[in-house]
Nanobody
Framework: QLQLVESGGGLVQPGGSLRLSCAAS????????IGWFRQAPGKEREGVAC????????NYTDSVKGRFTISRDNAKNTVFLQMNSLKPEDTGVYYC???????????????WGQGTQVTVSS
């Protein structure tokens, strides 16, 4: 099972920053590409960012480019999402999930965690 646990969410003012963490439980994260997704109230879940297993390739949805940075520390079995210049439209529950691949393509694990809530509001 490719179970991941998200943490680091919270309430932040517009323009603020948060750093989310995604920790692997019971498996070696280094073999898998990892994606961050988010779901806003009343909206479908959307992909936010993804990082290849080695960390050498990343991609982002257009709305977060230049503001969010995905990274990973395979020695710590953890992936991070640094979110800067946050906007109210970034509000939602953020999830991380493993791809059955070293690249950000193909099938995604169905092991979705609880997610972590990010609320951007003044």
């Amino acid at each position: 099972q490719l179970q991941l646990v998200e943490s680091g969410g919270g309430l932040v003012q517009p323009g603020g920053s948060l750093r989310l963490s995604c920790a692997a439980s019971g498996f070696t994260l280094a073999y898998y590409a990892i994606g961050w997704f988010r779901q806003a109230p009343g909206k479908e879940r959307e992909g936010v960012a993804c990082i290849s297993s080695s960390g050498g390739s990343t991609n982002y949805t257009d709305s977060v480019k230049g503001r969010f940075t995905i990274s990973r520390d395979n020695a710590k079995n953890t992936v991070f999402l640094q979110m800067n210049s946050l906007k109210p439209e970034d509000t939602g529950v953020y999830y991380c999930v493993a791809y059955y691949n070293t690249r950000c393509s193909g099938y995604i694990s169905d092991q979705w965690g609880q997610g972590t809530q990010v609320t951007v509001s003044s």
